[in-house]
């Protein structure tokens, strides 16, 4: 069992940085696969990156270069750094535990409002 809570959510302008926080909680951390997801209104959730536990990464080809995900197991936090943003970035963005063991399915936090204007 596993509880995520996402944080750093909120308005910025093109070009600028917001940095997102997921703290879990409930679990071993160290346990499972990371990951933050996004949703933009009217249309479906896409994957932004991941992580492993074993800390190799994955962003989606929309995000690469300006997105950096990262972990601190001690601390049980899962972080997204999110640079040169563009208003195509708005969303709420979730985070995910997935354990490799797959069967034992995926937790998801609440989710935190990220907005990019123009």
């Known amino acids: 069992q596993v509880q995520l809570v996402e944080s750093g959510g909120g308005l910025v302008q093109p070009g600028g940085s917001l940095s997102l926080s997921c703290v879990a909680s409930?679990?071993?951390?160290?346990?499972?696969?990371m990951g933050w997801y996004r949703q933009a209104p009217a249309k479906q959730r896409e994957l932004v990156a991941t992580i492993t536990r074993g800390g190799n990464t994955n962003y989606a080809d929309s995000v690469k270069g300006r997105f950096t995900i990262s972990r601190d197991n001690a601390k049980s936090t899962v972080y997204l750094q999110m640079n040169s943003l563009k208003p195509e970035d708005t969303a709420v963005y979730y985070c995910?535990?997935?354990?490799?063991?797959?069967?034992?399915?995926?937790?998801w936090g609440q989710g935190t409002q990220v907005t990019v204007s123009s």
């Open positions: 995910n535990a997935a354990h490799p063991i797959s069967t034992i399915g995926d937790t």
């Open positions: 409930g679990s071993r951390f160290g346990n499972y696969h």
